[in-house]
């Protein structure tokens, strides 16, 4: 059965810009092993490793407290968090101020260490590397800072042996960053393998693919087959905004699609996990994850289920009907 990680941010708050102080403050004060905590105790054996973001869920400081709340339970990413810094609302890797770019590399480049440290891979996902303006942005020396800067990151995590994974977003909090979609981030992983650095992969985020309407399975096997599917960060939504909604609400038939292209993929079989990456504005937190994994396994086990050599056969023939009736069948649906 494919492992399986959360990111303790679907414990948080759940802070918009209406709303500061989040539809549930009352977890605006806990701390991340008070958050952990309540995950453990409420998903047990469901979850089997967390994922934090460097420095501020997770750091030197409180890595002991948050070891003894995980009781057993592995770290598997260490995230960037720049985007949470409002020094960097500019950007920070691609920022044309040298002292502010600085900072922002060190800062990750802390973070690629620490996650060494702790026996976790890299996630990278720049939300704050673009622009809200026309006008506003050198384009191309931006880029070019941008490319370096992850090149370093990635030079240094390749260092300590752990991946990179590059994960892409169109918007929020930049209205456009930089790199926005899945052609863009395998830009920036081809310029780096041109470079040497033959470490960074992708966190395919669902609802992020599904924002830029870029089909999940599609992708899957895309990937899968330039060696670069790195992550998995598992979630759905209306396609319109990072919605982050309980996996299986909405896409439910490319959610399906997805499961079976993981599987003929072999994803999982050295170690990759499903990370679960939710944000329940006013559900019950631990019981949205809880659905999300219950939800998940029944999707997977229709995949499962599929006649792969048959399915294999239609879609050599682009028989779409044939196809139809093999998932639909998988599903229970009588024969016609």
């Known amino acids: 059965m494919l492992k399986t990680s959360l990111g303790i941010w679907a414990l948080g708050p759940m802070i918009t810009r209406f709303v500061p102080g989040g539809y549930q403050p009352e977890h605006g004060q806990e701390s991340t092993a008070d958050k952990v905590r309540r995950a453990v105790a409420g998903l047990g054996d469901l979850m089997d490793d967390y994922e934090f973001h460097y420095p501020y869920e997770l750091s030197e400081e409180n890595l002991d407290d948050v070891r003894e709340a995980l009781d057993g339970h592995g770290i598997y990413t260490i995230c960037a968090a720049t985007h949470l810094n409002p020094k960097f609302g500019k950007g920070g890797l691609s920022s044309p101020d040298d002292g502010i770019r600085a900072e922002a590399l060190d800062e990750l480049l802390r973070a690629a260490d620490f996650a060494a440290s702790v026996g976790a891979q890299m996630v990278l996902w720049p939300g704050v590397e673009g622009y809200n303006y026309p006008f506003q942005t050198p384009y191309a020396e931006s880029w070019k800072r941008f490319i370096d800067a992850t090149g ?45 650095i033959d470490n960074a992969q992708i966190n395919m985020d669902w609802q992020h693919l599904l924002m830029n309407d870029e089909h999940l399975a599609e992708y899957a096997a895309l990937l899968a087959a330039e060696g ?10 209306w396609g319109t905004f990072d919605d982050d909604n309980m996996v299986g609400a909405t896409a439910f038939m490319e959610t399906v699609e997805l499961a079976l292209e993981l599987r003929r993929a072999g994803y999982g079989d050295n170690g990759e996990r499903l990370g679960f990456d939710l944000y329940p504005y006013t559900e019950d937190q631990v019981g949205a994850v809880k659905r999300s994994v219950l939800q998940w396994r029944f999707i997977d086990s229709i995949a499962e289920k599929i006649d792969g050599p048959a399915l294999r056969e239609a879609q050599q023939n682009k028989d779409a009907v044939r196809a139809y009736e093999l998932v639909y069948a998988a599903m229970g649906a009588p024969a016609a």
């Open 152 to 196: 370093q990151i990635a030079e240094r995590c390749q260092s300590h042996g752990i991946k990179l994974f590059l994960e892409h977003k169109n918007s929020e909090p930049a209205m456009k960053i930089f790199m926005r979609n899945m052609g863009m981030c395998l830009h920036v992983i081809h310029t780096l393998r041109r470079d040497g």
């Open 228 to 237: 670069v599917l790195g992550h998995q960060h598992a979630n759905s939504g």
